[in-house]
């Protein structure tokens, strides 16, 4: 720099000062930008019993799983900001933890996922109305009534569609 001229002092001095200036309009710029609140990955709303309990049926249970690995992983993409828990992934759960704890941890686990489910729609003041008690008296009671289970799950689908739309709205 102490070779230089004042001609090439001025221009490098002008470089700088233009630079800092344009850096500093970028910066308050991008914090005046609105950040958009619907998130970028739209969830899936279209889910029913009817068409679960068909559709599990020709394909011989894998439509099932699919679907269900589909809710377990979106109740951890619209939770998981706020309430910090993860669900475990329904695969694993029904690979593995179901044969190793003699089907205990099935129960646990749609216990826990409609337990979320119910928090999450509270959380959002949303008017439907789930939770755990709606797997026990529906699905695990309910069963005796051979009804009960269909009951469970259409109430179950209707809670994550009104989760997914809320969060295609808003985020």
């Known amino acids: 720099m102490q070779n230089l001229s004042n001609w090439e002092r001025k221009v490098i001095f002008k470089i700088k000062t233009f630079y800092m200036e344009t850096t500093r309009t970028l910066l308050y710029t991008a914090t005046a930008v609105e950040v958009p609140s619907a998130p970028v990955i739209k969830l899936r709303t279209n889910r029913g019993m009817l068409k679960y309990i068909l559709l599990s049926f020709i394909t ?51 216990s826990n996922i409609s337990s979320r489910i119910g928090y999450e729609l509270s959380y959002r003041n949303l008017p439907y109305k789930f939770g755990a008690g709606h797997f026990w008296g529906w699905d695990f009671f309910g069963s005796l009534i051979l009804v009960g289970p269909f009951i469970f799950l259409h109430q179950f689908f209707k809670a994550m569609n009104i989760l997914c739309r809320h969060y295609n709205e808003r985020g």
Do not use: Q
């Open 60 to 110: 011989l249970g894998i439509y099932g799983i699919v679907v269900m690995s589909h809710i377990s992983t979106e109740i951890n993409t619209i939770a998981s900001k706020h309430d910090y828990r993860n669900t475990t992934h329904y695969c694993l759960m029904v690979f593995l933890l179901s044969w190793l704890t003699a089907g205990i941890y099935p129960l646990v686990w749609w």
